[in-house]
């Protein structure tokens, strides 16, 4: 099993990875013997993931932080990096490599406080490794003000310092941060081969499946997801009954408050599990005492760290709700191909009766409204407009149609 085993569909894009780790391996040990390095080299100090969701612009950047790592003696005999067996892969893919720092945030942004940090680290040399990596999960929700900061780690990078950036796409990136990079486009992988990493990886029964990977459209964690999971599904079918029940303003009201409700359901379980903990952890390292109360100038931490748990809660609530959303959007999309006699597979098929009731008492015109209502939401949740009078007018809208 290499590191490139979980890229799922991503031929080229791998093809382009490995050519980079051999030229990088090529340079550190020339380096290391004294030797000239190669005069050509397709191994450079920053690179831009960018792909839809579930694309695995993650797992590309994680597979090539491990080759870059990888100390397998069969490189010697001409073997590729990347083996995934030896102590720098393994090590790099589980997350426990002192030369690889993953960077990814449950908040809503990246600010200059923490790139200021991983530029600091950026700088150093490597400590057991061959190369410094940082991996950059949510490079599009870095600030202006960090991204600025990490321009200049970018245009002048230390020696053996590689970055690797991900992002949905090149304009969610600063303009004079993606010049600097080489820039990989993943696409969205085929059923067939989610369906087929499900059962050979997870362990999934085919049916289940090939159903999880039609109904995500080659979203690889979504579907590992619902056909593990069955609150997800749960969820899922009570959002795809949705455009059934808006029939009325007192149903459509209804319905957008069942949908932020559940977003909020979502985010207070994940709180759950990680805010007590959190708060715990803080008070046994400020000196609180079991139950008893904090320590004199403390107050600012504590209030930092319950700052920063609401954020993440306001994200968690805002990604569960755009789940819905593209949900929404995918049965919309079905109604429309029954409605123009499109022969693609629909990803629905489960709820075939509901999107026949929909698409025969509808026009493709009025489908295309109700979908442009989705995005209009999408669009106003993410200027922070309060969810609630988001997701009410676009049910008004799915309504009228």
């Known amino acids: 099993m290499t590191v490139w085993d979980d890229l799922v569909g991503q031929g080229r894009v791998q093809a382009s990875l490995a050519a980079a780790a051999r030229d990088a391996d090529a340079l550190v040990t020339a380096e290391a013997e004294g030797a000239a390095p190669p005069e050509a080299s397709k191994m450079t100090h920053a690179w831009l993931f960018t792909g839809p969701p579930g694309a695995g612009r993650d797992t590309a950047a994680r597979a090539f932080a491990a080759a870059l790592q990888c100390v397998s003696p069969d490189r010697a005999l001409g073997g590729e990096p990347g083996c995934g067996f030896c102590d720098g892969c393994h090590t790099a893919l589980i997350g426990t490599h002192a030369d690889v720092e993953v960077v990814r945030t449950d908040l809503l942004s990246i600010g200059v406080k923490e790139t200021r940090e991983l530029v600091r680290r950026a700088q150093l040399s490597p400590a057991v490794g061959r190369w410094q990596v940082i991996v950059m999960e949510d490079a599009d929700r870095l600030t202006e003000g960090a991204g600025n900061v990490l321009l200049k ?16 796409s090149v304009e969610d990136v600063l303009p004079t941060i993606r010049s600097r990079c080489r820039h990989l486009v993943l696409g969205t992988p085929s059923v067939e081969a989610v369906a087929d990493v499900l059962i050979r990886r997870d362990g999934i029964e085919p049916e289940a499946a090939r159903a999880a990977a039609r109904a995500t459209q080659g979203h690889i964690d979504r579907a590992r997801r619902l056909a593990t999971d069955e609150r997800a599904r749960s969820r899922r079918s009570t959002v795809l009954r949705l455009p059934l029940r808006v029939d009325d303003v007192g149903a459509c009201l209804r319905a957008a408050q069942e949908l932020v409700d559940a977003a909020g359901e979502d985010a207070k379980q994940a709180a759950e599990e990680t805010d007590v903990k959190e708060t715990e952890n803080l008070r046994a390292a400020l000196g609180a005492e079991s139950g008893g ?12 760290l319950a700052d920063r748990q609401k954020r993440r809660s306001t994200r968690t609530q805002r990604d569960s709700l755009d789940l819905a959303l593209t949900d929404l959007t995918g049965f919309y999309r079905d109604v429309l191909a029954l409605q123009l006699g499109s022969r693609v597979h629909l990803a629905n098929e489960d709820v075939r009766d509901a999107l026949d009731r929909v698409a025969g008492g509808s026009t493709p015109e009025r489908t295309l409204r109700r979908m442009e209502a989705i995005g209009a939401c999408r669009e106003a949740l993410d200027r922070n407009v309060a969810p609630l009078l988001a997701v009410e007018a676009m049910t008004m809208a799915l309504r009228t149609g």
């Open 293 to 304: 109360r904090m320590p004199r100038g403390t107050a600012g931490a504590m209030k930092e």
């Open 153 to 168: 780690a970018v245009e002048e990078p230390a020696p053996r310092t590689v970055w690797l950036l991900c992002a949905p």
